[in-house]
């Protein structure tokens, strides 16, 4: 019993970077600088005014905490047990045991991914956004190097990957995994059309629309595909209508009167959210009669139903499973085998500058990695400031390299391309 907290204090403390003051890395800093076993811990966002705040709702006395950016100070102020402040991500990323990105920007958390990895420090990221992206080869990068790249128990992904693992772990076999959708699903949203709606929500805009429009939702099922081998059944997913009772039924294949083509995939649903879940099969009948027994179902598939997620409140989870176990709680296992790929939301015309995730232009949408290839078409990770339009894009196309400019200057378009050509072996 308690087996990670005894492990925890045989290791002894942990100190950890956050990048991010939003809600997240809020959030993730008050829990860290409660609990004893983390310090010091180093809390780092491009906006000073964000992260002040953040602070001080944790309640941090003003003597305990400190501002630099000078990565020398910061070491002597570390030696003086303070809390770091800074804009400066290369401390966070530099001077700890672990480093947490919440960004939620491919840009920076490439960046910091990178320099982490160069300094030997082990990455648990939030950044479903990058790590659906180029988190493969930031993996092979990391295993390098001997240290962990991992992705967050409490957000989706990793809430499936436990859901998987445990149905494994019973000798079940698992058909199909999936998550609840929390909004409405509008694939043309804009930040504009969602403003009001994000205000009051306390979020920004852009954040909402790549919720709503089904950006987010492909990401972290494409995060779900890399990490186990399932792939999407058709392109963008079925998105059915279901109860936690209904999912097993919903998810049978067209053969048996349901809506798949295969098993081995990934889906999202409405009715369900905040819940994950998986639909399993026993592999014996006496096991099918047990499960009929417990009330899980009339068979000969049940579900196995997580009703909640706590997104950066279980990241800690896997902050001690990543710094003291030397464990994943998710990662890619190899290769890509699904890529969200950018959608044109409007008409786009020759010469125009793209915007990314969560903007008027682009929304991605989940596909197999041979689709990807023999479409050319273009992962909307990748698609960020200093893309531009080559030639008209007709809205609802799939956005291909053909029709697009990339920003080659960018450090993820840069990681791509060595992402591409690496499992190209």
């Known amino acids: 019993m308690f087996y990670l907290q005894k492990k925890l204090k045989e290791y002894g403390n942990i100190s950890v970077g956050i990048v991010g003051s939003g809600i997240m890395g809020t959030s993730l800093f008050t829990l860290l600088s409660q609990n004893e076993n983390f310090y010091p811990i180093v809390f780092s966002s491009r906006n000073k005014?964000?992260?002040?705040?953040?602070?001080?709702?944790a309640n941090i006395d003003k003597g305990?905490?400190?501002?630099?950016?000078?990565?020398?100070?910061?070491?002597?102020?570390?030696?003086?047990?303070?809390?770091?402040?800074?804009?400066?991500?290369?401390?966070?990323?530099?001077l700890v045991d672990c480093i947490v990105d919440c960004t939620g920007d491919t840009e920076a958390g490439t960046r910091l991914s990178i320099s982490a990895i160069e300094n030997n420090v082990d990455i648990v990221s939030l950044n479903v956004e990058m790590d659906a992206t180029v988190g493969p080869i930031l993996k092979v990068m990391a295993d390098k190097k001997g240290i962990i790249y991992s992705g967050t128990k409490g957000d989706e992904p990793g809430a499936i990957v436990e859901i998987y693992e445990f149905a494994k772990?019973?000798?079940?076999e698992i058909l199909v995994l999936g998550k609840g959708k929390n909004n409405e699903l509008n694939n043309y949203a804009t930040p504009d059309s969602l403003r009001d709606s994000a205000n009051k929500r306390g979020i920004s805009p852009r954040m909402l629309t790549s919720f709503v429009d089904g950006t987010n939702t492909m990401i972290e099922l494409n995060a779900v595909c890399n990490a186990?081998?399932?792939?999407?059944?058709i392109r963008g997913c079925h998105f059915v209508d279901t109860s936690p009772k209904k999912i097993a039924d919903d998810y049978k294949l067209k053969e048996d009167g349901g809506i798949l083509n295969s098993y081995g995939v990934v889906d999202f649903a409405t009715g369900i959210a905040p819940g994950v879940f998986a639909v399993v099969k026993p592999k014996s009948n006496i096991?099918?009669?047990?499960?009929?027994y417990l009330s899980m179902g009339e068979g000969p598939n049940y579900t196995i139903y997580r009703p909640y997620h706590l997104t950066s409140i279980e990241t800690i989870i896997s902050i001690i499973k990543a710094v003291v176990l030397r464990d994943a709680s998710i990662a890619p296992m190899g290769e890509p085998y699904a890529e969200t790929v950018a959608v044109a939301k409007r008409d786009i015309k020759k010469g125009e500058k793209l915007d990314s995730i969560g903007g008027e232009m682009?929304?991605?949408?989940l596909e197999t990695k041979k689709d990807q290839l023999e479409g050319n078409h273009v992962p909307i990770g990748i698609v960020t400031e200093g893309a531009c339009a080559k030639r008209d894009v007709k809205k609802g196309s799939l956005v291909t390299y053909d029709d697009i400019s990339l920003n080659e200057d960018s450090e993820i378009v840069k990681?791509?391309?060595?992402?591409?050509k690496y499992f190209k072996k």
């Open 49 to 57: 005014v964000t992260l002040k705040a953040a602070i001080d709702s």
């Open 64 to 94: 305990d905490y400190a501002f630099t950016d000078d990565l020398e100070e910061a070491r002597s102020l570390l030696k003086e047990k303070k809390y770091i402040a800074t804009t400066n991500n290369l401390i966070a990323s530099t």
């Open 169 to 172: 772990n019973c000798g079940f």
């Open 228 to 233: 186990l081998g399932f792939i999407p059944d």
């Open 287 to 292: 096991i099918d009669k047990e499960m009929k």
């Open 362 to 365: 682009i929304f991605g949408t």
């Open 415 to 420: 990681l791509r391309k060595i992402q591409d």
